[in-house]
């Protein structure tokens, strides 16, 4: 079953969904894991595009730069940091202020632009063919 679950994986693969199971106590340890994990906490610098693959409804990168959402909230992160407010509920300690405004990060938080999904084992391997049989894709 690994061998089939690994080609499943490869199949619903979108690192701009996060596993909803990284955040259980038993957490993901999926080697394969399809959906991107993101630790609680965790920001990223506030890139200058939205990812392309993202917006055309799959990314399969692992560690990708560009950001996971619409092009609107992207703007939206821009509009606030060139405000001088605050981009984060609670900056990081080490953000980096931008142009001298006070309180003005340049980070942001991914979790809070992406979707959670189940992970496939949860879902079951014969939930999966069904459905990427009939849609190519899995509904969130």
């Known amino acids: 079953i690994n061998a089939e679950y690994g080609q499943l994986a490869e199949a619903v693969r979108d690192k ?3 596993c909803k199971d990284f955040y259980t ?9 399809p959906y991107a994990h993101i630790k609680e906490g965790q920001t990223s610098v506030i890139p200058d595009m939205a990812c392309n ?8 990168r692992d560690n990708c730069r560009y950001f996971h959402g619409s092009k609107e909230q992207l703007r939206t992160l821009h509009r606030r940091r060139a405000a001088g407010g605050s981009v984060t509920d609670t900056p990081p300690p080490n953000a980096a202020v931008v142009g001298g405004a006070k309180g003005a ?3 942001y938080n991914p979790s809070e ?3 959670i999904r189940a992970s496939p084992v949860e879902l079951g391997l014969d939930v999966i063919e ?7 894709s899995l509904p969130l």
């Open 113 to 115: 632009f992406l979707p």
């Open 130 to 136: 069904r459905v990427l049989a009939s849609q190519g």
């Open 53 to 60: 693959f993202h917006l055309q409804g799959r990314c399969l």
């Open 16 to 18: 701009g969904i996060m």
């Open 105 to 107: 990060v340049s980070t």
């Open 25 to 33: 106590p038993s957490r993901c340890t999926l080697q394969c894991c």
